[in-house]
């Protein structure tokens, strides 16, 4: 039976998937600032960084001072996606290669977070956007990608089914709760032997895979101890 031009209409709706308007890094630009602002009420010296085993992990890294011990925390930046710019909602998807990745990390005390611009257009973007956080729990890993919805203002309001792999959106004083209990205190050359240990069992998403290895990586936190 031949549909009229409304069934069309709706039936082309229901077959539309939201899709991203910004990349990762793009995302990285405001996310950092942002969580070192979460941070400085109880850790004033956090070094944010993308980390390189020959950059900094190299031998001059490791031979850079630190008085004490550091804990990391490691962020993935997530990306808004929308059917169309403007909209009151955005989505966020979780995939497989988020919790793989944080279930190496959890096992060498870096916890792993994701966080996500609340805007729904690009042009809203900026150090002002709020984010939204989430912990990733690798001891729960789903069977497939987790997909939510959230509003501008950060609450959940659908979700693809329910899991406790993800738990948020965090408060400041959660974010702060985690790094004080799960990031485990480390000596800087034991941190980056212990992040190199995540990135090597991080087996990635091919299609972000570049000849040097992943090319979707999260951004590291390091926190010292003062």
């Given at each position: 039976m031949l549909m009229n031009s409304r069934e069309r209409h709706m039936s082309a709706k229901k077959q539309e998937q939201p899709v991203s308007f910004m990349s990762e890094h793009t995302v990285e630009y405001a996310l950092v600032p942002k969580m070192i602002g979460i941070l400085a009420p109880q850790f004033p010296r956090v070094i944010p960084i993308y980390f390189w085993a020959t950059r900094e992990g190299s031998r001059i890294s490791r031979l850079c001072d630190v008085s004490?011990?550091?804990?990391?925390?490691?962020?993935?930046?997530?990306?808004?996606?929308?059917?169309?710019?403007?909209?009151?909602?955005?989505?966020?998807?979780?995939?497989q290669q988020l919790f793989e990745a944080a279930y190496g990390a959890v096992q060498s005390?870096?916890?792993?977070?994701?966080?996500?611009?609340?805007?729904?257009?690009?042009?809203?973007?900026?150090?002002?956007?709020?984010?939204?956080?989430?912990?990733?729990?690798?001891?729960?890993?789903?069977?497939?990608?987790?997909?939510?919805?959230?509003d501008l203002d950060g609450n959940v309001v659908g979700r693809n089914f329910n899991s406790n792999a993800i738990e948020g959106p965090l408060e400041n004083h959660q974010i702060l709760n985690i790094v004080h209990t799960k990031a485990m205190p480390l000596f800087w050359e034991k941190a980056i032997e212990k992040i190199k240990m995540v990135r090597s069992e991080y087996r990635g998403d091919?299609?972000?895979?570049?000849?040097?290895?992943?090319?979707y990586k999260p951004t590291y936190f390091v926190i010292l101890e003062t």
């Open positions: 004490g011990k550091v804990r990391v925390i490691a962020v993935f930046p997530r990306r808004p996606k929308v059917l169309s710019p403007g909209e009151n909602s955005v989505f966020v998807k979780f995939n005390g870096i916890p792993f977070l994701a966080g996500i611009p609340l805007i729904s257009s690009l042009m809203d973007f900026g150090l002002h956007s709020n984010y939204a956080w989430f912990l990733i729990n690798s001891m729960a890993i789903p069977q497939e990608d987790l997909v939510w919805e959230l091919t299609s972000f895979s570049t000849f040097f290895g992943i090319g």
